[in-house]
Protein backbone atom coordinates (compact mmCIF):
# COMPACT_ATOMS: atom_id res chain seq x y z
CA UNK A 1 0.00 0.00 0.00
CA UNK A 2 1.45 3.39 -1.00
CA UNK A 3 0.83 5.78 1.76
CA UNK A 4 1.14 9.85 1.81
CA UNK A 5 1.66 11.53 4.95
CA UNK A 6 1.66 15.14 5.38
CA UNK A 7 2.72 16.92 8.63
CA UNK A 8 4.74 20.45 9.08
CA UNK A 9 5.88 18.99 11.90
CA UNK A 10 9.31 16.87 10.23
CA UNK A 11 9.83 14.58 13.32
CA UNK A 12 6.17 12.96 12.62
CA UNK A 13 6.79 12.88 9.31
CA UNK A 14 10.09 10.62 9.58
CA UNK A 15 8.65 8.48 12.92
CA UNK A 16 5.28 7.58 10.82
CA UNK A 17 7.57 7.07 7.51
CA UNK A 18 9.66 4.63 9.71
CA UNK A 19 6.92 2.81 11.58
CA UNK A 20 4.93 2.12 8.39
CA UNK A 21 8.02 1.23 5.75
CA UNK A 22 8.74 -1.32 8.42
CA UNK A 23 5.30 -3.04 8.25
CA UNK A 24 6.06 -3.18 4.52
CA UNK A 25 4.15 -0.04 3.15
CA UNK A 26 5.56 2.71 0.60
CA UNK A 27 5.06 5.81 1.92
CA UNK A 28 5.86 9.25 0.59
CA UNK A 29 5.93 12.35 3.43
CA UNK A 30 5.27 15.67 2.92
CA UNK A 31 6.30 18.88 5.10
CA UNK A 32 3.97 21.12 2.99
CA UNK A 33 0.45 20.21 1.04
CA UNK A 34 1.57 21.28 -2.24
CA UNK A 35 4.31 18.80 -2.58
CA UNK A 36 2.10 16.10 -1.40
CA UNK A 37 -0.63 17.01 -4.66
CA UNK A 38 2.29 16.21 -6.66
CA UNK A 39 3.42 12.43 -6.76
CA UNK A 40 0.08 10.59 -6.27
CA UNK A 41 -1.84 7.83 -6.38
CA UNK A 42 -2.09 6.81 -2.81
CA UNK A 43 -3.58 4.40 -1.70
CA UNK A 44 -4.16 6.22 1.90
CA UNK A 45 -3.54 9.23 3.12
CA UNK A 46 -2.83 10.55 6.75
CA UNK A 47 -3.17 14.31 6.47
CA UNK A 48 -2.40 17.37 9.66
CA UNK A 49 -5.33 18.79 10.12
CA UNK A 50 -3.11 22.07 9.55
CA UNK A 51 -0.16 22.51 7.21
CA UNK A 52 1.37 25.28 7.02
CA UNK A 53 -1.52 27.56 7.52
CA UNK A 54 -3.71 25.64 5.23
CA UNK A 55 -6.55 23.17 6.25
CA UNK A 56 -5.60 19.88 5.88
CA UNK A 57 -9.61 18.85 5.42
CA UNK A 58 -9.11 21.22 2.13
CA UNK A 59 -5.58 18.95 1.63
CA UNK A 60 -7.74 15.66 1.91
CA UNK A 61 -10.51 17.40 -0.39
CA UNK A 62 -8.00 18.06 -3.30
CA UNK A 63 -6.69 14.58 -2.78
CA UNK A 64 -10.16 12.92 -3.38
CA UNK A 65 -11.37 15.18 -6.61
CA UNK A 66 -8.04 14.47 -7.75
CA UNK A 67 -8.50 11.71 -7.62
CA UNK A 68 -4.90 10.97 -6.11
CA UNK A 69 -6.97 9.48 -3.08
CA UNK A 70 -10.23 7.68 -2.81
CA UNK A 71 -11.81 7.80 0.81
CA UNK A 72 -8.66 6.54 2.53
CA UNK A 73 -7.75 9.58 3.94
CA UNK A 74 -7.26 10.76 7.75
CA UNK A 75 -6.78 13.62 9.44
CA UNK A 76 -4.29 13.87 12.50
CA UNK A 77 -4.60 16.47 15.00
CA UNK A 78 -3.70 17.38 18.75
CA UNK A 79 -7.21 19.59 18.61
CA UNK A 80 -9.42 16.99 20.60
CA UNK A 81 -12.26 19.09 19.51
CA UNK A 82 -11.47 18.76 16.02
CA UNK A 83 -14.05 17.75 13.52
CA UNK A 84 -12.59 15.84 10.77
CA UNK A 85 -15.67 16.08 8.27
CA UNK A 86 -15.86 12.50 6.22
CA UNK A 87 -12.67 11.51 6.89
CA UNK A 88 -10.96 9.13 9.85
CA UNK A 89 -9.89 11.35 12.96
CA UNK A 90 -6.64 10.34 14.47
CA UNK A 91 -6.25 12.72 18.04
CA UNK A 92 -2.39 13.08 18.46
CA UNK A 93 -0.93 11.43 20.56
CA UNK A 94 -2.33 8.31 18.67
CA UNK A 95 -1.26 4.97 18.64
CA UNK A 96 0.23 3.23 15.97
CA UNK A 97 -2.11 0.25 16.24
CA UNK A 98 -5.09 2.36 15.53
CA UNK A 99 -3.61 3.74 12.10
CA UNK A 100 -2.65 0.52 11.52
CA UNK A 101 -6.04 -1.06 12.01
CA UNK A 102 -7.88 1.56 10.29
CA UNK A 103 -5.20 0.97 7.22
CA UNK A 104 -6.31 -3.08 7.06
CA UNK A 105 -9.96 -1.80 7.10
CA UNK A 106 -8.85 -0.30 3.97
CA UNK A 107 -7.09 -2.49 2.30
CA UNK A 108 -10.11 -4.75 1.19
CA UNK A 109 -11.82 -1.42 -0.90
Known amino acids: MTILVVDDEARLVRLL ?3 LESS ?3 VVGAERWDV ?4 GPYD ?6 W ?11 QLVQAG ?4 RVAVM ?8 GPYRLFPKPFALAHVMSWLA ?5
Open 105 to 109: SRASE
Open 51 to 61: VGGTDGRDIAD
Open 24 to 26: GHR
Open 68 to 71: LCRS
Open 44 to 49: AALVDL
Open 17 to 19: TTM
Open 36 to 39: ALAP
Open 77 to 84: TGDHSAEA
